[in-house]
């Protein structure tokens, strides 16, 4: 149970993370944000570059698809603009991975999350209906962001002591989709496949799933997090529906190429991380891995 209340409130305080930096973000941007996309999208390779850009900085996927996805209902943006961003947007989300690998195992996180929340809030509570609230509002989320990571981290390396999940792991098509349909159901309820990845990534290093079934799952969650975009373009301008189901065909078919490559794209990342001397750490290889996946499928 207290495994469970903590693998829980980890989630908890990633989720709320995610949305503190979405919205403090999203506030202290403004309509910059809109007039950004409007001028980087000019042709698809730039619109990619801005869908990546912005969906790094705010650490939300969903966020940006569905705001294109709002932007072209709005006729603020051309279909053909609004697909690069939505395409850039699935290389921008890599970013989780790569902020769970480099900091949520490697560097003691109350060291500096715990003062970004304080000076977050600070920022927050002097600078009220101004934009310096919304900029401490992301700063808080941060914060907590690298928190929730660390409490996921400890919750599944106690989990590992007690559960044996190596006779429900294969390597076979039939278990790969299983473990891919985990990571897409992980990321229908919680609506956040950073959420899903978090979680794949910090029990895959507490050793409870093996690298290729959590590559299994980090594929599903990316094509779980189409759902969002359908969800948003319900009601919707045809335009608008088009760009969501190119992102449900992009997910899909980006998802079904990664799967029948499998073993072939974790052969290409331990390749990269020797020659990066880089040691074999499973969420480095799996935040490489879903970096390569998704530039090969842009």
């Known amino acids: 149970m207290e495994l469970l209340g903590s693998l829980i409130g980890g989630l908890g305080l990633f989720l709320l993370a995610v949305g503190m930096i979405t919205d403090g973000l999203r506030m202290a941007a403004g309509e910059a944000l809109r007039d950004l996309l409007g001028r980087w999208t000019s042709t698809p390779l730039r619109g990619i570059g ?16 569905v705001a294109t996805i709002g932007f072209v209902n709005a006729n603020l ?51 009220t209906g101004s934009r310096r609230e919304a900029i401490g509002g992301a700063l808080a989320g941060f914060g907590l962001f690298f928190i ?19 006779s429900m792991q294969s390597e076979s098509i039939l278990g790969l989709l299983v473990f891919a349909g985990a990571g897409a159901f992980m990321t229908l309820m919680t609506q956040s496949s950073s959420a899903a990845i978090a979680i794949t990534l910090t029990a895959a290093t507490g050793g409870l799933i093996g690298v290729p079934s959590a590559a299994a799952m980090v594929v599903g969650a990316n094509v779980g997090t ?12 045809a335009n608008a529906k ?55 499928g842009v």
């Open 50 to 65: 801005a869908g990546a850009l912005v969906t790094g900085i705010v650490q939300s996927s969903s966020a940006v698809t």
């Open 226 to 237: 189409t759902s969002t975009a359908i969800f948003s373009a319900i009601g919707a301008t």
């Open 77 to 127: 943006l051309t279909m053909n603009q609004a697909l690069g961003v939505v395409y850039g947007a699935n290389i921008g989300t890599t970013m989780t991975g790569w902020l769970v690998a480099a900091v949520g195992f490697k560097i003691k996180v109350e060291a500096f999350a715990l003062p970004m929340v304080g000076v977050g809030m600070i920022l927050r509570l002097t600078g």
């Open 148 to 166: 929730g990571i660390d409490v996921l981290r400890v919750a599944f390396e106690g989990l590992a002591q007690g559960v044996d999940l190596a």
């Open 242 to 296: 088009r760009v969501a189901t190119a992102h449900v065909i992009f997910n899909l078919i980006t998802g079904a190429v990664a799967l029948s490559l499998l073993p072939v794209m974790l052969w290409l990342v331990h390749q990269t991380g020797e020659l990066l001397q880089k040691e074999a750490i499973p969420a480095v290889s799996l935040a490489l891995f879903h970096t390569l996946f998704n530039l090969l």
